[in-house]
């Protein structure tokens, strides 16, 4: 007999005991316990998000039919970490009966075609996404009050191109100065073009090149850019600014991205409107996709060795020798004078890295 008794007797004992009489900790919550099983939600809806407004989200469901309606969302708690934006499409579940007081949930998001992104400057690695799934950009520029800059010009052009996004150019206030210096900087890239003057918005015109087209609209502030929206679209009501006759500078009117449904006699399409901005950093742009922006240069760059940067100083650069040679247009030194500034400000933010 060992120390614990006889084994018959044990085995009588053990027979009251099964899986019920273990003890375990109660849930202090009272809740299920968690599990990385997530629902499959096959019931999910899918629509257009047209804006944004402090954590719910604007989407339009059964786009196109009788049945088209809007409904407000929030995120799910999966997606917290996820940028949802304007011209997304979600996967939405809930009430989505559009109903006043209710609330869908939205908890995917449909593959992007696009993706238009942004820095606060040319070191700031944070991008900052402005619009999903727009395929053109419609840049705004005054030809006076303010002065255009080319420059900007430039930086929207790279973002756009970075995006696999087409842009169009729409000059405004033509009446106050002549654009033809400054249109003279594009010569020979593939960028249509629109004039205006204050009181003759090409809205016709405009309007026939963005049907069946996601277009985003970008601008400087005071340009005119939320004018030539409230033409192209009369219910949108975007509010309108001036020039401050001090700094030059226009006030910022817009201060939410939102899409808007634009109807022409050819059919529809939809104007995406952003806010003015001032600078449009693009550090998050790789610099061997800057070139890509400047098409003319491009196909000049081809001859150029391998991993040249193309800068001032760069050996054998194809680019540079056409220049001495006298090769390039007035136009096309101008566009190499700005590609160079570009890539140098990505060089200096290289020799800047920690751990250089």
């Given amino acids: 007999m060992s120390w614990l008794g006889d084994s018959d007797d044990l085995e009588d004992d053990f027979e009251d005991y099964d899986e019920s009489t273990i003890r375990t900790r109660p849930n202090p919550k009272g809740n299920r316990p968690r599990t990385k099983r997530r629902p499959a939600h096959e019931d999910a809806v899918v629509g257009r998000v047209l804006g944004v407004d402090r954590g719910r989200y604007t989407v339009l469901l059964d786009e196109g039919t009788d049945d088209e309606h ?10 917290r970490r996820m940028p949802i934006v304007t011209g997304d499409h979600a996967r939405v579940v809930g009430d989505t009966s559009g109903a006043e007081g209710t609330l869908s949930r939205i908890i995917g998001i449909v593959d992007r075609t696009s993706l238009l992104r942004r820095s606060a400057d ?4 944070v991008e900052r996404v402005i619009v999903a799934n727009a395929d053109q950009m419609l840049i705004v520029v005054a030809a006076a009050d303010p002065e255009p800059r080319a420059r900007l010009v430039d930086r929207y052009l790279v973002a756009a191109l970075d995006a696999g996004i087409r842009p169009l150019l729409v000059v405004t206030k033509t009446d106050l100065a002549d654009p033809t210096a400054f249109l003279s900087h594009f010569d020979g890239l593939d960028l249509r073009v629109f004039t205006s003057a ?8 405009i309007g026939a090149a963005l049907v069946g087209h996601s277009t985003v609209f970008v601008g ?8 030539l929206v409230n033409e192209l ?8 600014g001036h020039v401050n006759q001090v700094t030059g500078r226009g006030r910022h009117t817009s201060s939410s991205t939102v899409s808007l449904r634009y109807e022409g006699d050819d059919g529809s399409g939809w104007v995406i409107d952003t806010p003015g901005v001032r600078s449009f950093g693009l550090g998050h742009v790789e610099p061997a996709n800057i070139l890509a922006a400047f098409t003319e240069l491009a196909l000049i760059a081809e001859n150029c060795p391998r991993g040249c940067t193309h800068l001032a100083d760069a050996p054998d650069c194809a680019l540079i020798e056409a220049e001495e040679r006298g090769e390039l247009s007035d136009a096309e030194r101008a566009r190499l004078d700005s590609l160079q500034r570009l890539l140098q400000t990505f060089a200096d933010k290289a020799e800047q890295a920690p751990g250089r």
């Fill in 122 to 125: 040319d070191t700031d690695q």
């Fill in 220 to 227: 400087h502030s005071g340009v005119g850019k939320s004018t």
């Fill in 198 to 205: 204050r009181e003759e918005m090409p809205t016709e015109e």
């Fill in 70 to 79: 809007l409904v407000s969302a929030t995120r799910a708690r999966e997606l």
């Fill in 233 to 240: 679209v009369p219910t949108a009501k975007r509010a309108t």
